[in-house]
């Protein structure tokens, strides 16, 4: 008995395995870009929001050094220097920085 010769066609594994490959190439690329997008589009967002937030308050005055400065304020008032209402607005100014 002959054996018999089973002829498959050259092109068609290759064929698919090209199509099949190209096609997750193409989606890996899609997906990397869309990443990149999407990082680029959260950096303005973060850029725009730095930009437009109101500035923050100056940070108050070391500890001992802002209860010395109420502390020469109240002896002040004690001294008769300062009313009430001009100590409350000057610790005002003080707390506020």
Known sequence: MRPVIVRRP???PLLRGAIVGGAAYGMGRRSARN??????????IADLEARNAPP?????AAG?????QLAQL????????LTPE???????KLLAG
């Open 64 to 68: 001992g050094e802002l209860t010395d």
């Open 86 to 92: 001009e100590f409350a607005a000057a610790k005002a």
């Open 35 to 44: 990443a990149q997008q999407d990082a680029d589009q959260d950096q303005a």
């Open 74 to 81: 109240g002896q002040m008032v004690q001294q008769g220097l």
């Open 56 to 60: 923050r308050p100056a940070a108050p």
């Open 10 to 12: 050259l092109g068609a």
